[in-house]
């Protein structure tokens, strides 16, 4: 997992180097243009996306995934709904015989002020307000096949700041690399046999976003 995510920024850190310059005006009519790396664009509405992304819970890699949406306004600022799901490693519990993760997701929606559009390469501050669940969950073998059981859950509430380089590839499609830091409302995950902090869920995680749209 760490090798992939290492791959990754390598190559969000080539495009980058890659990034040049394009007009930011028309010179006929003086309207609006974008500038991307392969082309310019006067396009504006709204986008969809999808993230992969790692992050440390209950000091275990974990990874996690999600998607969102939203209009753009005024090229600036994106307004829309967005989730994410997440797991971590598996770790043997000698008490039970069992493999034990956390597993679970969130959703809401999303406020996202971006700076200076028109560059190839700039930043954007998406911030998620939602709300979401998770569960310790057990893999049991046996001689036929491997199922998850959950044994216990709880909802939170969770608020999501992060930031954005985002590389303009093409009129239609944005790569970025981000960090985020997601704070929840207080965990209460009681089982006898694997203790849950109430703060298990904060914490950091970094990854990669696939957006396409009419930026």
Wanted: proline content about 3%; charged content about 20%; hydrophobic content about 40%.
């Amino acid at each position: 997992m760490k090798r992939l995510i290492v791959f990754l920024f390598t190559m969000a850190g080539t495009l980058a180097i890659y990034a040049q310059d394009g007009n930011e005006f028309s010179s006929q009519d003086d309207t609006y243009q974008m500038r991307t790396i392969l082309g310019d664009s006067r396009s504006t509405g709204g986008y969809g996306g999808i993230s992969f992304q790692y992050a440390q819970i209950d000091n275990r890699d974990a990874f996690v995934f999600g998607a969102r949406g939203g209009v753009v306004l005024g090229h600036m600022v994106a307004l829309g709904i967005g989730g994410k799901g997440f797991f971590n490693d598996g770790q043997y519990n000698s008490i039970t015989g069992t493999d034990v993760s956390l597993a679970g997701g969130y959703g809401g929606f999303f406020f996202e002020p971006i700076l200076f559009p028109d560059f190839p390469v700039h930043v954007s501050f998406p911030v998620l307000f939602g709300a979401g669940g998770v569960g310790i969950m057990t893999l049991h073998d046996d001689d036929w096949s491997d199922t998850f059981q959950s044994e216990a859950s709880d909802a939170f509430m969770v608020i999501e700041p992060g930031v954005e380089v985002e590389l303009n590839i093409t009129p239609f499609f944005r790569f970025c690399i981000g960090g985020y830091y997601r704070y929840t409302s207080a965990i209460e995950v009681r089982d006898p046999d694997y203790e849950v902090s109430s703060d298990i869920l904060r914490g950091f995680s970094g990854g990669v976003t696939f957006k396409f749209g009419r930026f």
